[in-house]
Nanobody
Framework: QAQLGESGGRLVQAGGSLRLSCAAS???????????MRWFRQAPGKERESVAE?????YISYADSVKGRFTISRDRNGVYLQMNRLKPEDTAVYYC?????????WGQGTQVTVSS
C-alpha cells in the first residue's frame, strides 16, 4: 500500500500564498483514487482540525476559517491545497489524510509558518 507524503510548507509573510502537495510514496496515487482526501492542521497546543475535504467523487468542503482563501484540488498524481491571503493563525503542521471505509492514512506533515 502506498503511503502519503506532504510538501510545500515553509515560512511566509502574512498575506502571502503557499501551495501544499500530497503525493504517494512507495506506490502510486492511483491507490487513493476512491479515497476521500482531507487536509488537516495542528497548531501548537491545539487539537488537529480539518480544513478542507475533497471526496473521491469531487465533493468539496472547507472549514469556515479558511473558506474563500484556501482551495483544495486533486488529480491522478496527488491532492493539493492552495492557500492565499495567509494569516498568522494559519501557522500549523498540515497533514494529508486519505480515508475510505476502515482505511485511514496519514502523511508525516509539513510545517507552515506565517509571520506577521
Amino acid at each position: 500500500q502506498a503511503q502519503l507524503g506532504e510538501s510545500g510548507g515553509r515560512l511566509v509573510q502574512a498575506g502571502g500564498s503557499l501551495r501544499l502537495s500530497c503525493a504517494a510514496s512507495g506506490g502510486t496515487f492511483a491507490s487513493f483514487a476512491f479515497h476521500d482526501m482531507r487536509w488537516f492542521r495542528q497548531a501548537p497546543g491545539k487539537e488537529r482540525e480539518s480544513v478542507a475535504e475533497i471526496s473521491w467523487s469531487g465533493y468539496i468542503s472547507y472549514a469556515d476559517s479558511v473558506k474563500g482563501r484556501f482551495t483544495i484540488s486533486r488529480d491522478r498524481n496527488g491532492v493539493y491545497l492552495q492557500m492565499n491571503r495567509l494569516k498568522p493563525e494559519d501557522t500549523a503542521v498540515y497533514y494529508c489524510n486519505a480515508k475510505r471505509n476502515s482505511e485511514n492514512y496519514w502523511g508525516q506533515g509539513t510545517q507552515v509558518t506565517v509571520s506577521s
